[in-house]
């Protein structure tokens, strides 16, 4: 069973960073897509990145980018979110999520390990 701790999260002010951290341990297999998520109050959970299991690819939702980085280090079976110029808008509880195989998705019902989720709150 794979575990992912998510960790980073805090309140900041707008135009701050925050760099969120996802730890995946248990029966881990690396070549797999990983994806970060979030879900503000009222609203659905949406995507916002993902990074194929090399980290030669990454896909990023209109809404981050250009300000925010997925990143991996699969020695360290760590994913990493950097998140730069934060919007209020960004306010949310970011998820780590696992595909568990290949597939490049931003669907989450495709992704089969989730975390447990940080809270970031960024103020105006």
């Known amino acids: 069973q794979v575990q992912l701790v998510e960790s980073g999260g805090g309140l900041v002010q707008a135009g701050d960073s925050l760099r969120l951290s996802c730890a995946a341990s248990g029966r881990t297999p690396s070549m797999s897509t990983m994806g970060w998520f979030r879900q503000a109050p009222g609203k659905e959970r949406e995507f916002v990145a993902w990074i194929s299991w090399s980290g030669g690819a990454t896909y990023y939702s209109d809404s981050v980018k250009g300000r925010f980085t997925i990143l991996r280090d699969n020695a360290k079976n760590t994913v990493y979110l950097q998140m730069n110029s934060l919007k209020p808008e960004d306010t949310a509880v970011y998820y780590c999520?696992?595909?568990?195989?290949?597939?490049?998705?931003?669907?989450?019902?495709?992704?089969?390990?989730w975390g447990q989720g940080t809270q970031v709150t960024v103020s105006s």
């Open positions: 999520a696992e595909s568990g195989r290949l597939l490049l998705t931003t669907t989450p019902s495709d992704y089969r390990y």
